[in-house]
């Protein structure tokens, strides 16, 4: 299968550092997105990583290993904001670019 | 472009009608994708359109699903005969033409439509 695993919940305090990580299948492997998805609302793309490692974008973070089937995502000096779900999502060779989304892991930031 | 736009945002229907939802793209993108999410769970891939071509269906799509493009430009999903187990979000992205083989092409999604049946 393409089974994409990411922890379900996490909680973290305003201003530190919080790191999810997220696995995949290998085979056919062509691309890895992160989206925030606040409760209610759209998925908003965060990150896309093809090579391995760090992507950095301001506060956020996208770490990639292909061999190791692994990926994580850097969240730096929190905000209560940055309470959501992050979506891990790859993108399989042959598969019109669609993406294969993990369950989510949500994320509480708290004072 | 005022992005990814969905309608409805919310439907209410009783077990056995047919509803439909419609979806607007970001205009330059030829690349239309439906997906359902479900409270907890990430969005699950249900079809893709490049231009008015249905390219691909996930086989979560039974056969009371159908979906089209007729010109390329918006989107209607339809499901008939609606059942409890439908209740979800249907989420429609849109991306640009594909730039390349390992382009990033960023699927840019709409706010879904909340469909519950009773």
């Known amino acids: 299968g393409q089974n994409i695993d990411q922890p379900t919940e996490m909680t973290a305090t305003e201003g530190a550092i919080v790191q999810i990580n997220c696995t995949y299948q290998?085979?056919?492997?062509?691309?890895l997105f992160w989206y925030q998805q606040h409760a209610g609302e759209a998925p908003t793309f965060l990150s896309y990583?093809?090579?391995?490692g760090l992507e950095e974008k301001g506060r956020f973070s996208s770490f990639l290993s292909r061999s190791k089937g692994y990926s994580y995502l850097l969240l730096k000096e929190l905000q209560m904001k940055d309470s959501a779900s992050y979506l891990c999502?790859?993108?399989?060779?042959?598969?019109?670019?669609?993406?294969?989304f993990g369950a989510g892991t949500r994320l509480a930031v708290h004072p | 472009d005022t992005g990814v736009s969905q309608d409805p945002r919310h439907k209410i229907t009783k077990r056995g009608q047919n509803v439909t939802f419609r979806c607007d793209p970001i205009?330059?993108?030829?690349?239309l994708y439906w997906y359902r999410q479900t409270l907890g769970q990430g969005p699950e891939f249900l079809t893709y359109?490049?231009?008015?071509?249905?390219?691909?269906k996930s086989r979560l799509l039974s056969d009371r699903f159908s979906a089209e493009r007729p010109k390329g430009s918006f989107s209607t999903l339809e499901i008939q005969r609606t059942e409890q187990g439908d209740s979800a979000m249907y989420l429609c992205?849109?991306?640009?033409?594909?730039?390349?083989?390992?382009?990033?092409?960023?699927?840019?999604f709409g706010a879904g439509s909340r469909l519950t049946v009773l």
């Open positions: 205009s330059e993108h030829n690349r």
């Open positions: 992205a849109s991306s640009p033409p594909l730039a390349g083989s390992s382009g990033a092409n960023v699927l840019t």
């Open positions: 290998t085979s056919g492997f062509n691309g």
């Open positions: 359109f490049q231009n008015e071509a249905q390219l691909e």
């Open positions: 999502a790859v993108k399989f060779s042959g598969g019109y670019n669609k993406l294969i």
């Open positions: 990583n093809v090579l391995d």
